[in-house]
């Protein structure tokens, strides 16, 4: 069974290959990564990030991905904890992606589960790979089909 997930955005960035910290538009890649690996899996995501470019209203929200961006001079660490404390009991069903030390001991202290970034990235570039791929031989059966019957009339 999967939890919902709470993700230090910055740091899962930093331990994704393909994706840089000094790209311009490095949130939004990640955030079109982790769209397709959430809506995969059918489960649900807050990405926290220290206020960046994208969309300075603050705040993107899809289906499966809520993201805030943290307004200084609080950092996204300090916002994930206080989420995680604000959910109580709840801190328990969630699982953090992060591999800042001061995160993951913090995280575990309020009873959440933790996968690091590394583990966590090479998930979603893997799922991304696969959905990729079927995306590309579907298209492929589309095509062969429509051949197939094209060349029957």
């Known amino acids: 069974m999967h939890m919902p997930y709470i993700i230090d955005g ?3 960035i930093g331990h994704l290959s393909g994706i840089s910290l000094s ?4 949130e939004q890649l990640l955030l079109s ?12 995501a807050i990405v926290f990030f ?13 289906a499966f991905l809520e993201v805030k961006f943290v307004r200084f001079p ?7 904890i206080e989420k995680l404390k ?3 009991g709840n801190a328990k069903n969630f699982q953090v992606v992060s591999s800042d030390n001061w995160v993951i001991n913090n995280s575990q202290k309020v009873g959440a589960k933790v996968i690091s970034s590394e583990i966590f990235g090479r998930k ?10 079927k995306n590309i031989s579907n298209d492929d059966n589309v095509e062969y089909w429509l051949n197939i ?3 029957d009339s």
């Open 10 to 12: 910055h740091n899962l």
């Open 23 to 26: 790209d311009i538009d490095d």
């Open 33 to 44: 990564m982790l769209e397709v690996y959430f809506k995969g899996i059918r489960k649900k």
């Open 50 to 62: 220290d206020q960046g470019s994208l969309l300075n209203s603050g705040e993107f929200n899809s």
């Open 74 to 80: 609080k950092t996204a660490d300090e916002a994930i």
């Open 86 to 88: 604000s959910l109580k």
């Open 124 to 133: 979603i570039i893997e799922k991304n790979r696969i959905a990729q791929n």
């Open 149 to 151: 019957f094209e060349s």
